[in-house]
């Protein structure tokens, strides 16, 4: 079962298993992806922005995804 990472840059853009994927269409996208016990890793640049972080945490909980981890890049 392959983990689903959400990637953001230091330009606030937003990648699902590095398709871009917009904020306000996240929640659908992870909902529609077909494995049902969904993994997620978050992963930001270094220089992403915090709220951006927090807005996909947001997101992937609106998609019924409670379990998460969240990674940095060095």
């Known amino acids: 079962q392959k983990n689903i990472v959400i990637f953001v840059d230091n330009k606030g853009?937003?990648?699902?298993?590095?398709?871009?994927?917009?904020?306000?269409?996240?929640p659908t996208y992870l909902e529609k992806m077909p494995n049902k016990d969904k993994k997620v890793i978050i992963k930001g640049d270094k220089k992403a922005n915090y709220q951006t972080i927090i807005s996909v945490m947001d997101a992937v909980h609106k998609a019924g995804i409670n379990h998460f981890n969240l990674?940095?890049?060095?």
């Open 71 to 74: 990674a940095t890049e060095r």
């Open 13 to 26: 853009n937003i990648y699902v298993n590095d398709n871009p994927v917009g904020l306000g269409q996240l």
